[in-house]
């Protein structure tokens, strides 16, 4: 359902609001540059830092900027599942395409709690769902046997997957378990070439945010089994793929789209602190081997 290169869409501030102005152009250059899909309120949105009015604003931004164009998959996930469910529902009337939940953080539930937790969400959505497994920051893992389950439950709802395990191996379980239909994407740009051999079909993306064309060309080559093409490209990305996390992201991100645009400001929001000297040192050395400096 879902493929190719698709940015969690970094949310513009200024002056401690969200910039709809920019944000708008943003969404525009990304559509024009490749990208397959754009996700609104992704951990580089800074969506932990949105109050909910902004949350569902932003969201409604996007669905009607794409108008169509790509799908938007709405970050709507929260670690209270009633929380969930009223983003879901905004999130549906704003016109997303697609839903992003999260494992619940913090309350660091069982595989017994994931699966009420999901099943629950899902018997109550409209819309497909994308399950986001980022143990890194939320501490609870969605295991593989876990992913199964909840698409055999529900195989026409929960329909893919956002992996940021860091475990390539997951990938080839979740096909044999789940089937080659079930959508497996990368949350890790770094491991993306190594993703495709296994069966992952795209990324939601850091990177794709600074260099949305570079991004695209990437995964289009590795999607058509072009490994020449698609290790040239990655090697040319590596480096801006590990600047993106020279500092907490997504002020890398933030910096280098600054550096691209004078409308994007670099602003982010406590507890993310601006870019140190030392990280903007290396944003501008892989903006620069990049080309897109």
Same mark, same amino acid.
């Not at 580089?44 to 949350?55: F, K, P, R, V, Y």
């Not at 549906?92 to 937790?117: E, F, I, M, S, T």
């Given at each position: 359902?879902?493929?190719?290169?698709?940015?969690?869409?970094?949310?513009?501030?200024?002056?401690?609001?969200?910039?709809?102005?920019?944000?708008?152009?943003?969404?525009?250059?990304?559509?024009?540059?490749? !990208?397959?899909?754009?996700?609104?309120?992704?951990?580089?949105?800074? !969506?932990?830092?949105?109050?909910?009015?902004?949350?569902?604003?932003? +969201?409604?931004?996007?669905? #009607?900027?794409?108008?169509?164009?790509?799908?938007?998959?709405?970050?709507?996930?929260?670690?209270?599942?009633?929380?969930?469910?009223?983003?879901?529902? #905004?999130?549906?009337?704003?016109?997303?395409?697609?839903? @992003?939940?999260?494992?619940?953080?913090?309350?660091?539930?069982?595989?017994?709690?994931?699966?009420?937790? *999901?099943?629950?969400?899902?018997?109550?959505?409209? @819309?497909?769902?994308?399950?986001?497994?980022?143990?890194?920051?939320?501490?609870?893992?969605?295991?593989?046997?876990?992913?199964?389950?909840?698409?055999?439950?529900?195989?026409?709802? +929960?329909?893919?997957?956002?992996?940021?395990?860091?475990?390539?191996?997951?990938?080839?379980?979740?096909?044999?378990?789940?089937?080659?239909? *079930?959508?497996?994407?990368?949350?890790?740009?770094?491991?993306?070439?190594?993703?495709?051999?296994?069966?992952?079909?795209?990324?939601? !993306?850091?990177?794709?945010?600074?260099?949305?064309?570079?991004?695209?060309?990437?995964?289009?080559?590795?999607?058509?089994?072009?490994?020449?093409?698609?290790?040239?490209?990655?090697?040319?990305?590596?480096?801006?793929?590990?600047?993106? *996390?020279?500092?907490?992201?997504?002020?890398?991100?933030?910096?280098?789209?600054?550096?691209? *645009?004078?409308?994007?400001?670099? #602003?982010?929001?406590?507890?993310?602190?601006?870019?140190?000297? #030392?990280?903007?040192?290396?944003?501008?050395?892989?903006?620069?081997?990049?080309?897109?400096?």
């Amino acid at each position: 359902m879902f493929s190719g290169s698709i940015p969690a869409l970094a949310t513009p501030f200024v002056d401690n609001r969200v910039d709809e102005e920019a944000y708008r152009r943003f969404i525009e250059w990304q559509i024009e540059n490749g !990208s397959s899909a754009l996700v609104p309120c992704g951990t580089t949105g800074e !969506s932990a830092t949105l109050d909910n009015d902004e949350h569902h604003r932003v +969201i409604s931004i996007c669905a #009607e900027v794409a108008n169509k164009r790509v799908p938007v998959i709405a970050g709507a996930g929260s670690n209270d599942t009633q929380t969930a469910l009223w983003h879901i529902k #905004e999130a549906q009337l704003a016109g997303a395409d697609a839903l @992003l939940l999260v494992a619940p953080y913090y309350n660091r539930p069982g595989q017994k709690g994931l699966l009420a937790h *999901f099943s629950y969400l899902a018997e109550r959505a409209d @819309l497909p769902i994308v399950l986001y497994n980022v143990p890194g920051r939320t501490v609870t893992d969605i295991l593989p046997e876990t992913v199964i389950e909840l698409h055999r439950r529900f195989p026409g709802k +929960i329909v893919a997957l956002k992996d940021a395990s860091g475990d390539l191996t997951r990938v080839v379980t979740q096909r044999m378990g789940a089937g080659p239909d *079930f959508c497996q994407l990368s949350g890790d740009d770094p491991l993306m070439l190594a993703g495709y051999a296994l069966g992952q079909v795209g990324c939601i !993306s850091v990177t794709a945010n600074v260099a949305p064309k570079l991004c695209a060309d990437f995964h289009a080559a590795a999607a058509e089994g072009d490994y020449a093409t698609a290790r040239e490209l990655n090697e040319r990305l590596y480096p801006l793929h590990r600047a993106m *996390f020279a500092d907490a992201s997504p002020s890398p991100v933030k910096y280098a789209l600054s550096k691209l *645009f004078d409308w994007f400001a670099p #602003e982010t929001r406590l507890p993310i602190a601006p870019i140190s000297d #030392e990280a903007r040192a290396a944003v501008d050395a892989a903006l620069d081997g990049a080309g897109i400096a």
